[in-house]
């Protein structure tokens, strides 16, 4: 569970697979919302990933733990084609499939939105 402080931080307990209870250290690990990190960034507090960073894949423990932020309402509906693979793995995790597809879709957006800033 996150919450969110004045500051646009979030909060540090989370919740493991297992059903425990978890806090990770504030000195160890931050974790900032998108609105936040665009707040820091036209303050000058915040550096962008530099691009010749290396780019590191998820791996089976990323998407193990992953959470999807499901999106506030307001959607369009829009025709798709997508590949049959990648449609029956939204579809085999359960009912709700095309909710969970378009999470990854804003997941990415907002991602892209904050690497080229508020202008878009």
Known sequence: MQALDPSGVTGTAA?????RSETMAR???????????????DR????ATPKDAPAIEPDA????KAQIVMPPPGKASVRL?????VLEWFKAQGKGHLT?????LCSCAAAKK??????E
């Open 15 to 19: 919740s493991s697979a297992l059903g």
């Open 44 to 47: 000058g507090d915040y550096v």
């Open 81 to 85: 084609h997508v590949d049959s693979d």
């Open 114 to 119: 904050l690497e080229r800033g508020p202008q």
């Open 100 to 104: 969970r597809m378009n999470a990854v």
């Open 61 to 64: 423990a990323f998407w193990e």
């Open 27 to 41: 000195k160890d690990t931050k974790q900032y919302s998108t609105n936040a990190l665009i707040r820091m960034r």
